[in-house]
């Protein structure tokens, strides 16, 4: 098949791990390798994608294992934990990618690109910390902590304190260029992992990592629109949109405008932990000079980009 254009395909945290009971190493490969196979089946299609993806569970297993290390190790800080787990995740997704490829006789490549995003430093998010990561603690050590390391604390529903950080709006990709040239040499590449690791700027240029987390979403949709992809497609766990959802009401969408999307948001249709902000990227894609975006499931993938599935955003 002949050329589609460019693709950025976010794939969310749960074609990573499954379920509970599946969240080793190993499993997030396997599951990964899932994924992966319905990706080549769209490259297969002529697509060139970057693929990027969410990275929730696997900071807070390093975060974890750097807790319970610290008695004898250094912890490590969380734009770290981002550069970390874009070096791990990239590796699984290249490395399946790559197999995939050899069984199928394509001669592509894939690179993995450790990706920084530059957030503004008087972003309102940094005087409001929502964004809870890290374990549970009793009052007393979430209240030491907050003293001795700066840490905003919050008590979490009865549940235990946790640290909560700062989830400040991208405004651009750092490596973007870097991510085009390889794209238009038709390298498949693995870029922005969870949204990319948060940077602020100086008056010079130069660019410092922050503690806090970035809407993969919103990383994806503004690389896409750095990039000038022709297609945005947020792969996540359900195969098209609902209004209603879960309720007797429930109705899919094949389609919505731009101008339906934000009607449906004022509407209260999209919820806030899952939906809406996946709904209120692809709007910032099309805000940026976007052309259309899909949502779906990954298997579904195929089917959608052929118009038989999904759920299609147009301008």
């Given at each position: 098949m002949g050329?589609?254009?460019?693709?950025?395909?976010?794939?969310?945290?749960?074609?990573?791990?499954k379920?509970?009971?599946?969240q080793t190493v190993q499993d997030q490969y396997e599951a990964a390798k899932d994924t992966m196979k319905h990706i080549v089946?769209?490259?297969?299609?002529?697509?060139?994608?970057?693929?990027?993806?969410?990275?929730?569970?696997?900071?807070?297993?390093?975060?974890?294992?750097?807790?319970?290390?610290?008695?004898?190790?250094?912890?490590v800080p969380l734009d770290y934990c981002g550069a970390d787990t874009q070096g791990a995740i990239g590796y699984m997704f290249q490395n399946a990618?790559?197999?995939?490829?050899?069984?199928?006789?394509?001669q592509k490549d894939a690179a993995a690109v450790v990706t920084q995003t530059i957030v503004d430093k008087n972003d309102p998010a940094f005087q409001n910390p929502t964004k809870p990561i890290g374990s549970f603690m009793d009052e007393e050590e979430a209240q030491r902590r907050a003293k001795n390391e700066g840490w905003t604390v919050v008590e979490d529903a009865g549940r235990g304190w946790r640290r909560v950080v700062p989830s400040p709006i991208p405004t651009r990709i750092v490596e973007a260029k870097?991510?085009?040239?390889?794209?238009?040499?038709g390298i498949i590449v693995?870029?922005?992992?969870g949204g990319g690791i948060p940077v602020v700027e100086d008056e010079a240029g130069r660019v410092t990592g922050v503690e806090a987390v970035i809407d993969k979403d919103f990383g994806s949709a503004l690389l896409a629109a750095n990039i000038r992809a022709d297609l945005f497609v947020i792969s996540t766990a359900v195969e098209k949109v609902a209004l209603y959802f879960n309720t007797p009401d429930q109705v899919f969408l094949d389609q919505m405008t731009v101008a339906?999307?934000?009607q449906y948001i004022e509407e209260g249709?999209?919820?806030?932990?899952?939906?809406?902000?996946k709904i209120q990227a692809i709007i910032k894609f099309f805000d940026e000079g976007g052309k259309k975006a899909l949502i779906t499931d990954p298997k579904h993938i195929s089917d959608a980009l052929e118009g038989k599935t999904g759920t299609w955003i147009v301008p």
């Open positions: 050329r589609q254009g460019i693709a950025v395909v976010a794939v969310g945290g749960n074609a990573l791990i379920d509970k009971a599946h089946d769209m490259i297969q299609k002529g697509w060139d994608v970057v693929i990027t993806h969410g990275n929730g569970p696997q900071v807070g297993f390093i975060l974890r294992r750097s807790e319970l290390a610290r008695h004898e190790m250094h912890e990618l790559q197999n995939e490829f050899k069984d199928r006789g394509m870097v991510i085009e040239t390889l794209i238009r040499a693995v870029a922005v992992g339906k999307a934000k249709h999209f919820a806030a932990g899952s939906m809406l902000p």
